[in-house]
């Protein structure tokens, strides 16, 4: 009888505990790692603009690391700027891109996708000169200065660097440059001026 027991009692169906059904496959890796970038889904384009190899000499040996410059930017009126460092290269673009996703500023933009008037920017020892341009003159620009002014949205534009050729001084200028812009209608308010819209518009 107790032989009989027992097997009544092992063969019983214990209670199974489920933690949960919800497939873990690529869907949810690619969402954790990918978080940051969703550059397809806001528009946003990306660009590295320069590397950099960064040796560090200790005690043990030498340490290498890399150093990227990100440029991001909706072609609408924002950008941004982003600085990655990392012992690998991809690692690197990756911090470099969601700094620059955090640092997006706007700028000003008139109808004709240039700028509003002359302005110079400053970040360090860089200056950049940034000057409006008529139709059909494209972007008059090179390296990170035109990286910067193409992924803001700019179609015709002069740039000139007049300071240092840092790459990082040079970009922190050109958005200095763009933030500094002033438009018609705001000089007009700070002028104590209030005009029609419709006229304002035409202008602008």
Same mark, same amino acid.
């Given at each position: 009888?107790?032989?009989?027991?027992?097997?009544? /009692?092992?063969? &019983?169906?214990?209670?199974?505990?489920?933690? $949960?059904?919800?497939?873990?496959?690529?869907? /949810?890796?690619? %969402?954790?790692?990918?978080?940051?970038?969703?550059?397809?889904?806001?528009?946003?384009?990306?660009?590295?603009?320069?590397?950099?190899?960064?040796?560090?000499?200790?005690?043990?040996?030498?340490?290498?690391?890399?150093?990227? !410059?990100?440029?991001?930017?909706?072609?609408?009126?924002?950008? $941004?700027? $982003?600085?990655?460092?990392?012992?690998?290269?991809?690692?690197?673009?990756?911090?470099?891109?969601?700094?620059?996703?955090?640092?997006?500023?706007?700028?000003?933009?008139?109808?004709?996708?240039? !700028? %509003?008037?002359?302005?110079?920017? &400053?970040?360090?020892?860089?200056?950049?000169? !940034? &000057?409006?341009?008529?139709?059909?003159?494209?972007?008059?620009? #090179?390296?990170?200065?035109?990286?910067?002014?193409?992924?803001?949205?700019?179609?015709?534009? %002069?740039?000139?660097?007049? $300071?240092?050729?840092?790459?990082?001084?040079?970009?922190?200028?050109?958005?200095?440059?763009?933030?500094?812009?002033?438009?018609?209608?705001?000089?007009?308010? !700070?002028? #104590?001026?209030? &005009?029609?819209?419709?006229?304002?518009?035409?202008?602008?």
């Amino acid at each position: 009888m107790e032989n009989q027991q027992n097997k009544t /009692t092992t063969n &019983k169906p214990q209670p199974t505990k489920q933690v $949960g059904n919800k497939p873990t496959g690529a869907r /949810t890796f690619a %969402y954790k790692r990918g978080s940051f970038n969703k550059t397809a889904v806001l528009g946003f384009e990306e660009k590295v603009v320069k590397t950099k190899r960064i040796s560090k000499t200790t005690k043990g040996g030498r340490r290498m690391r890399f150093s990227v !410059l990100v440029v991001v930017g909706n072609k609408k009126g924002q950008v $941004g700027i $982003g600085l990655g460092k990392a012992t690998e290269i991809p690692n690197a673009i990756r911090k470099a891109i969601k700094n620059a996703h955090k640092s997006v500023v706007s700028v000003l933009m008139n109808k004709r996708h240039t !700028l %509003y008037h002359e302005i110079t920017g &400053k970040c360090g020892a860089s200056k950049v000169l !940034l &000057k409006p341009a008529p139709d059909g003159t494209g972007i008059i620009a #090179g390296g990170v200065i035109r990286a910067v002014v193409e992924l803001a949205g700019y179609k015709d534009i %002069y740039t000139k660097n007049k $300071g240092s050729n840092a790459s990082i001084n040079m970009a922190y200028a050109t958005i200095n440059g763009l933030t500094k812009q002033r438009s018609p209608s705001e000089v007009l308010r !700070l002028r #104590g001026i209030v &005009k029609n819209k419709k006229t304002e518009n035409n202008k602008e």
